[in-house]
């Protein structure tokens, strides 16, 4: 596993943008599929993107597609979640999660092997 921690949070209105990092622990991030999810309040966790550890192919839920770009830097062992055109639906904890070792497969949070704490993004309407 890895620690993983999430920053960039924050209010923003209706059509505004914000970059989440998520900087991880130790020498095997490159090694990582990594994923951002995030929980509404009273909703379950969805997955939102996906970066695979190897050709850093990416993978976006329909509702963010055309909005949300996920990246990485294996250099800084940080993934970037960049959010533009944010909608009042957005708002919800947002979360990082690491993938075992050389995983590809599918990226739903029951495979995810690590996960930060979370950071909040509020939209208001």
């Known amino acids: 596993q890895v620690q993983l921690v999430e920053s960039g949070g924050g209010l923003v209105q209706a059509g505004g943008s914000l970059r989440l990092s998520c900087a991880a622990s130790?020498?095997?991030?490159?090694?990582?599929?990594m994923g951002w999810f995030r929980q509404a309040p009273g909703k379950e966790r969805e997955f939102v993107a996906a970066i695979s550890w190897s050709a850093g192919n990416t993978y976006y839920a329909d509702s963010v597609k055309g909005r949300f770009t996920m990246s990485r830097d294996n250099a800084k062992n940080t993934v970037y979640l960049q959010m533009n055109s944010l909608k009042p639906e957005d708002t919800a904890v947002y979360y990082c999660a690491a993938f075992a070792r050389y995983y590809s497969g599918g990226y739903g949070p029951s495979s995810a092997d690590s996960w930060g704490k979370g950071t909040l993004v509020t939209v208001p309407s």
């Open positions: 130790g020498r095997t991030f490159s090694s990582r599929a």
